[in-house]
Each structure stands twice: as C-alpha cells, then as structure tokens.
C-alpha cells in the first residue's frame, strides 16, 4: 500500500476545503490556536512513518487522552472495571447529566466526561503518585520521555470546569466516585491537557494496533483480549454522539478531542492521527474526519 501517495493527495484535497467548523471556544486556551493547522501523520506496524502538513506542531489531545487512562486502568484492576463503567453508546452529549440519573450514577461509556471522571478515580485508588505514574505510562507506550502535560490548559479547563464539577459531584452522590471530587478533577484537567503533535499521537497509540504490544520491544500493554476490547468500544463511543457516523463513513476504531485531534488504528496495520483545530456540530474535527474518511475510501483499508 502506497500510504505516501494516498496521504498526500487526500490531504491536498481536504486542504483545499471551505472549513466550517469552529474552535472550541468555551476553553479559553484552545480558543487561542491557529484554525488553520492541518496535519496527519501514520505510523504501521511493520515500520513505515510518515507525515504532512502541521505533523511536528504540538496541540491539546483532550479527550483521545481518556483512551490512555481506560487502558491504565484496565490493565491494573481488569474486568472489575466494567462494575462501575458501560460499555454503550451515549446517544447523549459528552457532557450530559441526563444519562446518569437513568443509570444511577453508572456512565454509559468511558469517553464520555462522567465515565473519564470515573477512570480517573480508579486511577488515583490504585496508584502511588497518579499524574507522575499515568505519564510515565504514557510515554512508555509511545517511547517518548518527553510527553507532559500542559500547566496553562489545565489550568483554562480547571476555570471553566463546571459541569464537570457537576458531573464528579453527582457521581460521588451514587457511590461511584471513592475519592474526593476536587482531586478527582485535578487529575481529569490535568489528563486532558496532554500535549503531543501528529508523530507522537499516532506513535502512541500504536499498541493498539499491534494485539497491545508495545511496538519497540514487543513488550504487553493489554493482553489482547483488552486491546480487543478497548479497540471496540473506540469504534462505538469514540466520537461522542457522531460515533455511528463515523463507523459508516470511516469504518475504523477511534477517538477524537475538542483540541482538533483525532487519533484511529487499523488492527495489525497501522495507527493514524490528524489534527485540525475546527470542530464540527458534534464536537469532532471537521477536516479530521473529511481526511478519514476520503483516506480509508482511496486505501479501501477498513475493519469492515
């Protein structure tokens, strides 16, 4: 497969595009990017990289970073963690309360913000030093000692944070939160600003692609069985309310972030990211999901 060709055509017709998305504006910091960086980068199983456009420029990952700590927290307390967490479709906003008053407390998903909220209390029950061991996993995944976390993002989302203050409150209100709120949203705002550029994001991700095997050394990330798992929940739930859409338009796992990115992976193929900070109706990036879905129709490359 031809990627170089593929990427580079698709991504000068994307390009070209008439944008009408919109910055995620109600956080003060990503209301400050330039809306017209565009980058992709691809990273396969069997080494071949490459990228275009805005690639190397660091940006927000928000919440493809939820992907991160379900797999952190998967991997340390296992099938326990479906006690407390669905695995639905959310039919609803990724910021709704709606839901957990149906569910009694129980989050329809782990990408929604209740169920990260959720992840992120498990993960402070069961590590030593959350924020330092969560990103010590991450940069083992992506085999960067230079990923970190964004002080001044972290800091915009703690500002304007609150409905996800409602959200962990109500939560607890259930039982389904053990820790105390305030630092259960400490980690969550903190989690959410991780910085990466196009290289990076994709780089990380691909265990996912690769039966959850870090792709340096072979070492075990998930079993997997979990890689499975997390990998089928990315393709049901990770575009928020327009996840069925994408499936039918993209046909891969994925998961995307108001910051503009969105990272997918092709099972024993390959692992892809794009960034483009404008967000369409539903809170996915515009060009992101355009490019996806002309790249996955010129590579005919689908799980389906």
Not at 171 to 198: H, Q
Not at 239 to 255: I, T, W
Request: aromatic share 12%.
């Amino acid at each position: 497969m031809n990627f170089k060709d593929i990427i580079e055509e698709v991504y000068e017709n994307v390009r070209k595009l008439e944008d009408r998305g919109q910055l995620a504006t109600y956080i003060p910091e990503l209301a400050k990017v330039d809306s017209e960086n565009f980058g992709i980068y691809i990273s396969t199983v069997d080494g071949f990289r490459f990228g275009v456009g805005n690639c190397y420029d660091k940006f927000s990952i928000q919440s493809i970073a939820k992907v991160l700590s379900l797999s952190l927290g998967y991997r340390i307390i296992g099938e326990k963690l479906w006690e407390r967490l669905g695995v639905e479709p959310s039919g609803t906003a990724f910021n709704s309360l709606l839901q957990l008053e149906t569910d009694n407390g129980i989050p329809r998903n782990p990408f929604i913000n209740a169920g990260a909220i959720v992840v992120c209390d498990v993960l402070l029950s069961n590590l030593e030093n959350p924020k330092e061991d969560f990103l010590a996993f991450v940069r083992s995944t992506a085999n960067n000692s230079e990923l970190n976390y964004s002080k001044i993002i972290a800091a915009s989302e703690s500002a304007v944070g609150f409905r996800n203050v409602a959200l962990c409150n109500y939560i607890k209100s259930f039982g389904n939160i053990r820790n105390e709120p305030s630092a259960v949203l400490d980690f969550y705002f903190d989690l959410c600003s991780l910085e990466m550029n196009c290289m990076e994001l994709s780089e990380v991700f691909l265990f996912l692609a690769n039966n959850g095997r870090n792709i340096l050394d072979n070492t075990e990330i998930l079993t997997k069985s979990q890689s499975k798992r997390v990998n089928a929940i990315m393709q049901t739930c990770g575009f928020y309310d327009q996840s069925g859409d994408f499936a039918f338009r993209v046909g891969l796992p994925g998961k995307s972030g108001v910051g503009g990115g969105i990272a997918a992976i092709h099972p024993n193929g390959y692992s892809i990211a794009v960034w483009s900070p404008k967000l369409n109706e539903k809170g996915n990036s515009y060009k992101g999901m355009k490019f996806l879905e002309e790249f996955t129709t010129r590579s005919e490359l689908s799980i389906f």
